[in-house]
């Protein structure tokens, strides 16, 4: 029984509009080298051994063009549910955690909007959480970041040594983001991450490396260096 124990389920916001992309068609359906960004998505979920099961939140309303879309016209190696998100990305991972099975040990939280992630950096992220129970992949800042006031005056510099910029996967046991959630709802508190919910609890976060790779698509010059990126990728599978 212990490997029924140790099931790892992936949860996937992809229920956002894309408001910053000034699209039409929402964000997880701009196609990149011609197929959907969620199909990226996905595949590096399915294709990660230790994830047990996949299940994505879309649109309220669009669970059928993301079936006919995405599910239908691509193969992917394991069964991926999908369900209608909230208004909000926190509501939509609420409404995903409630579709989590009982017999689950870890939660993976990765958001649709990240079709760069690897396999590697998932299963990484899942041995960190088995041994830290709470993960988050994350990258050093690369900028120099300040503080401003409202007149756009700096107020300080942030030492940038020990800042980090955060990603998903965010990774934890089950136990613990579902009590996160459940608080958080409870305290009318809005995080914008996982991660948050998580630290309020007090409750230690571990950083596991992640890459400059895994973007999070967001404004429309992402896209270009999203195709950018598949396209090297594609180009280095082939060489080898
Ligand atoms: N998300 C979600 N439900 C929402 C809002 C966002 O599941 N109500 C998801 C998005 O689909 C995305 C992830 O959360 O995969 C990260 O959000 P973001 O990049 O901000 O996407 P959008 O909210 O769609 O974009 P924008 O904020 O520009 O509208
Ligand atoms: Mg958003």
Redesign the pocket.
Same mark, same amino acid.
């Not at 996937?12 to 992309?21: I, K, L, N, Q």
């Not at 998100?85 to 990305?89: L, P, T, Y």
């Given at each position: 029984m212990a490997q029924l124990t140790m099931k790892t389920i992936a949860i996937?916001? $992809?229920?956002?509009?894309?408001?910053?992309?000034g699209n039409n068609r929402?964000?997880?359906y701009l196609l990149l080298n011609e197929r959907p960004l969620l199909y990226y998505t996905l595949t590096a979920l399915a294709s990660t051994p230790s994830i047990a099961q996949i299940i994505v939140?879309v649109a309220p309303g669009d669970e059928e063009f993301c079936q006919q879309q995405v599910l239908e016209k691509f193969h992917f190696k394991k069964n991926i549910q999908i369900i209608a998100?909230?208004?909000?990305?926190q509501?939509?991972?609420s409404r995903l955690l409630e579709r989590v099975p009982d017999e689950a040990h870890l939660v993976l939280v990765h958001?649709? $909007?990240?079709p760069l992630i690897t396999s590697e950096l998932l299963e990484q992220a899942i041995a960190e959480t088995r041994v830290w129970k709470a993960t988050v992949l994350a990258v050093p800042v690369k900028d120099t970041i300040k503080a401003a006031n409202d007149a756009l005056q700096i107020e300080k510099t942030i030492s940038r040594e020990r800042l980090w910029a955060i990603q998903t996967p965010q990774t934890f046991e089950r136990s613990i983001i579902g009590e996160a959630h459940q608080r958080a709802r409870q305290q009318g508190f809005i995080g914008t991450d996982d991660a948050a919910l998580v630290e309020r609890m007090g409750v230690q976060v571990k950083i596991v490396m992640g890459s400059y790779d895994n973007i999070?698509?967001?404004t429309p010059e992402d896209l270009i260096v999203a195709e950018a990126l598949l396209k090297k990728r594609r180009n280095n599978r082939r060489d080898r």
């Open positions: 996937v916001p $992809a229920a956002g509009t894309g408001e910053r992309m929402k964000k997880p939140a998100g909230g208004s909000s990305r509501e939509s991972v958001d649709g $909007a990240r999070k698509v967001t």
